[in-house]
């Protein structure tokens, strides 16, 4: 699986948007983007994925770069329950290959 | 809708002492995962189960058995616990690579 960068801390002010970047430089034609965060010591939840196209939910849009080789988190408009450590996922749609990688994500701090 | 449920959610062991972290799952999913997760560190995979009857080696298994009871069970025992378990475990359940996360079992080995 390609691997991820991403920054460590981010600050978002409450009500603005805040973009998430992620790099995976090495991704491959079948591999997915997935974003998971984990709020305060829960367990991780899943937010959104995509392949090529941007991709829009009710909790978030994933922007992806044409050449996917780094793609954005939007979290339209933030609240102080999006402070979390986010968590960008490079997988790999084949059989045989069922396991998550996390890394150490990013701590997005909402800020009132 | 319960989703994932792992029990105990706290527990502290003596070490050298053994326990069964139990999780289960209402999804119908086929596959299920355990991770621990140390201080200020990401997710590292214990044991997955990719379907009913079969469990393989993650990143970091030393010390640690797992028993895909069914399809909805999945437990991890720790046969004599070290202070380096000492940790947040958490379990999962997929479908399709989307997971879904327990709340957590957080283990103390003094």
């Known amino acids: 699986d390609a691997k991820t960068t991403q920054p460590p801390s981010m600050d978002c002010a409450e009500g603005r948007a805040a973009n998430l970047p992620c790099n995976h430089s090495?991704?491959?034609?079948?591999?997915?983007v997935y974003w998971y965060r984990q709020i305060h010591s829960q367990g991780p939840q899943y937010i959104i994925h995509g392949l090529k196209n941007n991709e829009t939910n009710e909790m978030a849009s994933l922007i992806i770069t044409e050449d996917r080789k780094s793609s954005t988190l939007i979290l339209p408009h933030a609240t102080l329950r999006d402070t979390a450590v986010y968590y960008c996922?490079?997988?790999?749609?084949?059989?045989?290959?069922?396991?998550?990688?996390f890394g150490k994500g990013t701590k997005l701090s909402v800020i009132p | 809708n319960a989703g994932v449920t792992q029990t105990p959610k706290f527990q502290v062991l003596k070490t050298g002492q053994s326990m069964t972290l139990q999780c289960a799952q209402d999804?119908?999913?086929?596959?299920m995962y355990w991770y621990r997760q140390d201080p200020g560190m990401g997710l590292r995979l214990i044991y997955y189960s990719a379907s009913e009857g079969t469990t393989d080696k993650g990143e970091v298994p030393n010390g640690y058995n797992v028993s895909r009871l069914n399809k909805r069970e999945f437990s991890l025992r720790l046969e004599s616990a070290a202070p380096s378990q000492t940790s947040v475990y958490f379990c999962?359940?997929?479908?399709?690579?989307?997971?879904?996360f327990g709340s957590g079992t957080r283990l103390t080995v003094v």
């Open positions: 999804m119908n999913h086929n596959s």
């Open positions: 999962a359940s997929s479908e399709f690579r989307r997971y879904t």
């Open positions: 090495t991704i491959s034609g079948n591999e997915y």
């Open positions: 996922i490079v997988y790999h749609s084949g059989a045989g290959s069922y396991q998550l990688t």
